[in-house]
Nanobody, 121 residues
Framework: VQLQASGGGLVQAGGSLRLSCAAS????????MGWFRQAPGKEREFVAA????????SYADSVKGRFSVSRVNVKNSVYLQMNSLTPEDTAVYYC???????????????WGQGTQVTVSS
C-alpha cells in the first residue's frame, strides 16, 4: 500500500488544519492507521491512531483534546483534524499502517511522504 499525506501548511498559533492520508494500491479498511510527526532534530513520535473500524482511537498526551483522528474506509482515507495549534506542533506529519494499541514507530509501516505543518507564534 502507498500512503500520501496532504493538507499541511503554515498557520498561526491557535489555528486549525485538517490533514488527509490517501491510500492506494491496497485497501486499508482492515488495518489500524496511525499518525506520527517528526520535528527537526527530533525523533519521529506518535500522534494518534485509529482502529480498522474507527471505533477506537488513541492520542499522545500532547495532542489529546486538540486533535481528532477519523477514517472513511470507502474512500480508503484517514484524516487528522488539528485544532488549537501551537508552535510545538510544527513538524512533518506522516500516516502509516500499523498495529492498534502500539505507539512504536517500529510497529507501523508503509510510510509515505509526509506533509509539513508549520505553526507561527
Amino acid at each position: 500500500v502507498q500512503l500520501q499525506a496532504s493538507g499541511g501548511g503554515l498557520v498561526q498559533a491557535g489555528g486549525s488544519l485538517r490533514l488527509s492520508c490517501a491510500a492506494s494500491g491496497h485497501t486499508i479498511s482492515r488495518y489500524a492507521m496511525g499518525w506520527f510527526r517528526q520535528a527537526p532534530g527530533k525523533e519521529r513520535e506518535f500522534v494518534a491512531a485509529i482502529s480498522w473500524s474507527g471505533d477506537s482511537t488513541s492520542y499522545a498526551d500532547s495532542v489529546k483534546g486538540r486533535f481528532s483522528v477519523s477514517r472513511v474506509n470507502v474512500k480508503n482515507s484517514v484524516y487528522l483534524q488539528m485544532n488549537s495549534l501551537t508552535p510545538e506542533d510544527t513538524a512533518v506529519y506522516y500516516c502509516a499502517v500499523g498495529r492498534y494499541g502500539s505507539r512504536a514507530v517500529a510497529d507501523f509501516g508503509s510510510w509515505g511522504q509526509g506533509t509539513q505543518v508549520t505553526v507561527s507564534s
